[in-house]
């Protein structure tokens, strides 16, 4: 019996799968829990269609990450935080002080957890900090970071 699976099944197959499973299997246990429908053209035809426009997507959605890691490249932040002449930092610098002016100063909305920090920032100067925009696709964000007394 071919069915199309709603959901990923364990040993079976993932979501969109069209497989062949025996009839009582099936019958009794996929479809009758709604993890699976009957593999009739119409809906063979609807889970390639999903299939394809869920690449589209993928493709789609890549090209825009990497056109924001291009653009980030190009960008620079400024943070001003109270420093000892030295040059220290009388706190740090995290990654939700960089998302927040980074949203402030440029209008980029950047959840804090994709902003990779090896260690708050704790000096002034000009730091290249990482931003995981998509799976495998990095930008770098210079931000300048300057002490005030």
Do not use: C, H, W
């Not at 740090?92 to 957890?113: F, H, N, P, Q, W």
């Amino acid at each position: 019996m071919k069915v199309v699976l709603l959901e990923n099944v364990k040993n079976v197959g993932n979501k969109g799968d069209i497989v062949e499973v025996k009839d009582g299997y099936g019958r009794n246990f996929l479809i009758k829990n709604k993890k699976a429908v009957i593999g009739s053209d119409e809906n063979i035809e609807a889970a390639n269609q999903a299939k394809a426009d869920e690449v589209q997507k993928i493709k789609e959605e890549r090209a825009e990450a990497q056109k924001l890691a291009d653009s980030l490249g190009k960008t620079e932040i400024t943070i001003v935080e109270r420093a000892a002449d030295d040059g220290k930092l009388f706190g740090s610098v995290t990654t939700k002080d960089i998302a927040e002016r980074l949203e402030a100063e440029k209008g980029i909305k950047i959840d804090k957890r994709k902003i990779e920090l090896d260690a708050p920032i704790r000096n002034v100067g000009r730091i290249e900090v990482k931003i995981k925009t998509y799976q495998g696709i990095i930008g770098n964000l210079t931000v300048i970071v300057k002490g005030e007394a």
